[in-house]
């Protein structure tokens, strides 16, 4: 069990460039969720999928953001036109549904909106 | 939504002492987590303990769901429990998870 990765680890860009961000959740996790958390802060949910189905969004996720699991394996996290306020950590996690129910973390990926 | 309070928000120990912190939660949750979260920013496993005490090592934690709180107790503290830690209770059919704003805990030699 190699846990949850997360890729890249950072990403530094221009305001209103866009960025994509990977998470490759346990093996047979079929429940994936994605988290922001700023300095200072805990964690917020973002959205989650179970399997390929994304049945939940927070009101944090605006239109420019988008999330997607195809195949029900990994999943991409996409900000268009990048804000200064986009500057965070992207934590992504992940559980199985009909057991415990605990949520595993990658190591996140810090975004810098220069 | 649920509301997460944890106390204190910080906290500084000689190396060797114990320490209590506490989560306290607006209403009835599925489950509940501990979280160490390292200086990188990762968050480690503590417990999954949504009702009853654990204990693992120098760690422990209790939670009391009809009371909406929970509780985590490091004993004999080393510099390598230094970090924030997190309570983080679910609630509903996505048993997405609530953080509180943590507690930072500084162990010195």
């Known amino acids: 069990d190699t846990g949850v990765s997360q890729d890249p680890r950072h990403k530094i860009t221009k305001r209103g460039q866009n960025v994509t961000f990977r998470c490759d959740p346990i093996?047979?996790?079929?429940?994936l969720y994605w988290y922001r958390q700023t300095l200072g802060q805990g964690p917020e949910f973002l959205t989650y999928f179970q399997n390929e189905a994304q049945l939940e969004k927070s009101r944090l996720l605006s239109d420019r953001f988008s999330a997607e699991r195809p195949k029900g394996s990994f999943s991409t996290l996409e900000i268009q036109r990048t804000e200064q306020g986009d500057s965070a950590m992207y934590l992504c996690a992940s559980s199985l549904i009909g057991g415990v129910g605990e949520q595993y973390f990658g190591p996140g990926t810090r975004l810098t909106v220069t | 939504g649920i509301q997460v309070e944890q106390s204190p928000p910080d906290l500084i120990l000689q190396e060797g002492a114990n320490s209590t912190l506490r989560c306290n939660f607006s209403?009835?949750?599925?489950?509940l987590q501990w979280f160490h979260q390292n200086p990188w920013g990762q968050l480690i496993n503590l417990f999954y303990i949504p009702s009853g005490t654990k204990q693992n090592g120098r760690l422990s934690a209790t939670t009391v769901a009809t009371e909406r709180y929970s509780l985590l107790y490091i004993s004999s503290s080393q510099t390598t429990d230094s970090g924030v830690y997190f309570c983080?209770?679910?609630?509903?059919?996505?048993?997405?998870?609530?953080f509180g704003k943590g507690t930072k805990l500084t162990v010195n030699p």
């Open positions: 983080a209770p679910s609630q509903g059919g996505s048993e997405k998870l609530v």
């Open positions: 209403d009835s949750v599925n489950n």
């Open positions: 093996s047979e996790h079929n429940r």
